[in-house]
């Protein structure tokens, strides 16, 4: 009885173990035509796949503008080695910015290739939640098939061809017991068959688990450590996302030395700083039309576009659409967070928490708005003005009581004195 049943069985542990290699081969060959991903990784701190510069040019009408393909893989892998070389719409491209790009000699060229298929297969999304005048409103979410339905997909299609496989060598058995004058053995139930299948093949079992395991996990894995974060966390404290127009503080509040507060409104008076309208932006730029950055007029077009004002007639005439800044700064919902509390009152400058804007063109944050970095500041900051504000009056003769002991120069009214680092006071 065991010779015959050794020969199938050895079929279908052979046919069962190629399934399970082409499945995990499979899997592979997704992750290495994932241009997406890999773009989001490595081009996309640097690269928006519209119109707006980053870093580095937008890639929108790429392919119309580059050689070509072979072009790209060239640039792509060591754009360094290629402007060296002499190339010349390489040597031209290298002039768009004083930063080099980083060189991808790490990424291999099939990789590269599907990084150019996204982009040349690349459409805009629809647009996104409006962000309106409060920059409120998150960064359009990610497409593409989730892993998680990729897995039960695969594991659904494995189980009806091990249904299959099951029939066909049911069929087989009972050809060759035929072939030796066996009589036809009764089928037993495919769970019980399973079964007796499992311990005779303890091994086998034991690494399809393992794997079967294992790939649930990394699915679980890739599809929630994304959710709620806005940045690659290794790129956490300079996220610099890219902007529907190409709008530069260095220009506005550095060169111009436009006031802050004229487009940011809100931090002397409201929890939130807010961004200003498009009717702000209109109140001088009815007036300049043309930037002096190349695409800095188109990029003045698409406030015009926004505002509905028709530059040629000088009215407005069409129907206006709010601009939709991508928020850079993404506080979690259960922390609360006031403007006015740290700007008015506390007299903290913008610098410290969001850096040098007048420096800036793309703004970035380059504080990592942690807990650890609040409770941090709140721990060495003295509450400026304790002494002569009437608000913090019986505050600071309570302090002044408390701490009457202490040398002069450790007698500080930090924040966190006053209660700044109690749960209740960030979190609702
Ligand atoms: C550190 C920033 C940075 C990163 C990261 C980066 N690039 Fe670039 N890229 C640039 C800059 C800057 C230029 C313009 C050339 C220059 O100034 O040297 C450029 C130019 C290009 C160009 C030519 C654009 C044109 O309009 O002709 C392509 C294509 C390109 N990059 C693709 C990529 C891809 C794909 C990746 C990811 C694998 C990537 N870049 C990553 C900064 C970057
Ligand atoms: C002419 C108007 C204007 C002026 C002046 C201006 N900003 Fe802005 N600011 C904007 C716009 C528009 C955005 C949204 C686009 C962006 O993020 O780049 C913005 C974004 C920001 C952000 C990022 C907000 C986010 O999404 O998290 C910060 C921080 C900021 N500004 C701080 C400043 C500081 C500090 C100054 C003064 C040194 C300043 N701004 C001056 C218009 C202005
Ligand atoms: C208080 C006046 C003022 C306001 C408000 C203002 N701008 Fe400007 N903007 C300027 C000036 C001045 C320039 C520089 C023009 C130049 O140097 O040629 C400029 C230039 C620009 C440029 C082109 C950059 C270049 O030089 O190529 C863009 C784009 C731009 N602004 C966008 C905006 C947006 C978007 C807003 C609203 C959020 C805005 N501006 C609000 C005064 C203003
Ligand atoms: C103590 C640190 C701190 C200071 C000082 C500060 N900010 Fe902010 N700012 C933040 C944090 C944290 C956020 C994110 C808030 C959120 O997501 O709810 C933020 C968000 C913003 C935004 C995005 C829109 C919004 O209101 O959420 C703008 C614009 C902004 N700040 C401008 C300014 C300007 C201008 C100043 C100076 C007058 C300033 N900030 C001072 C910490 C600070
Ligand atoms: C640069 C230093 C600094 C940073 C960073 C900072 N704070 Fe503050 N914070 C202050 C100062 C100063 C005050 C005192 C203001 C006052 O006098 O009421 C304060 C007060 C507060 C208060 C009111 C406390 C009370 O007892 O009423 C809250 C709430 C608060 N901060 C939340 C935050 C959160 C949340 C963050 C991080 C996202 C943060 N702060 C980051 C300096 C800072
Ligand atoms: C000065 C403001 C501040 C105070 C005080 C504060 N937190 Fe937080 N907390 C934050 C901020 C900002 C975040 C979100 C940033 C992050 O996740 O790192 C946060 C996040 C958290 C989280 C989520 C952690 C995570 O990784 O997402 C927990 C839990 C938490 N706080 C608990 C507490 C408890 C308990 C206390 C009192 C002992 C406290 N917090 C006091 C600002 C504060």
């Known amino acids: 009885m065991d010779t015959i049943y050794t020969k199938p069985k050895k079929h279908f542990l052979a046919i069962f173990s190629l399934l399970f290699l082409s499945f995990f081969l499979s899997i592979n060959l997704v992750s290495a035509q994932d241009g997406e991903k890999i773009f989001k990784q490595n081009c996309a701190v640097c690269h928006s796949m519209g119109s707006n510069k980053v870093t580095g040019p937008g890639l929108k009408g790429l392919m119309a503008r580059v050689p070509g393909e072979e072009w790209l893989l060239k640039w792509i892998k060591n754009n360094d080695a290629l402007i060296k070389s002499g190339d010349a719409y390489a040597v031209i491209i290298s002039a768009f910015d004083a930063s080099a790009m980083t060189t991808f000699t790490n990424l291999s060229d099939d990789e590269i290739k599907s990084v150019i298929?996204?982009?040349?297969?690349?459409?805009?999304?629809?647009?996104?939640?409006?962000?309106g005048t409060t920059g409120g409103g998150a960064v359009a979410e990610e497409k593409g098939v989730n892993p998680l339905t990729l897995l039960i997909?695969?594991?659904a299609?494995?189980?009806?061809?091990?249904?299959?496989?099951?029939?066909?060598r049911h069929s087989l058995k009972n050809l060759q017991n035929e072939k030796l004058g066996i009589p036809e053995e009764e089928s037993v139930g495919p769970w019980s068959e399973f079964k007796i299948w499992v311990s005779t093949h303890k091994r086998t079992t034991a690494v399809a688990i393992l794997f079967i395991v294992g790939g649930l996990l990394s699915a679980g894995w890739y599809s929630l450590k994304d959710i709620g974060i806005y940045a690659d966390p290794a790129q956490h404290r300079e996220y610099q996302p890219g902007q529907p127009i190409a709008f530069s503080h260095k220009i506005h509040a550095g060169e111009n030395a436009i006031n802050c507060q004229y487009c940011h409104s809100g931090v002397e008076r409201s929890k939130t700083a807010g961004i200003p309208s498009v009717n702000v932006c209109m109140n001088c730029h009815k007036g300049i039309s043309k930037g002096k950055l190349p695409g800095g007029t188109e990029e003045i077009a698409k406030i015009y576009d926004a505002a509905g004002w028709d530059p040629e007639k000088g009215e407005y005439n069409k129907p206006s659409k709010p601009i939709q800044w991508v928020k850079v700064h993404n506080l979690q919902d259960f922390v609360f967070f006031s403007h006015q509390q740290h700007v008015k009152v506390g007299k903290q400058e913008c610098v410290t928490c969001h850096g040098d804007l007048k420096e800036m063109t793309t703004a970035k944050q380059v504080q990592p708005l942690s807990m650890a970095w609040c409770i941090d500041c709140h721990r060495k900051t003295e509450v400026p003005g304790m002494k002569d504000n009437p608000y913090y009056e019986s505050l600071h003769k309570k302090l002044a009581e408390k701490f009457k002991n202490l040398p002069r120069d450790q007698r500080k009214y930090t924040v966190d004195k006053m209660g700044g680092i109690e749960c209740g006071k960030c979190h609702y």
């Open 117 to 131: 298929t996204y982009i040349k297969d690349y459409k805009e999304p629809v647009a996104a939640t409006p962000t």
């Open 157 to 168: 299609f494995l189980i009806i061809i091990v249904g299959v496989l099951r029939g066909v």
């Open 153 to 155: 997909g695969v594991i």
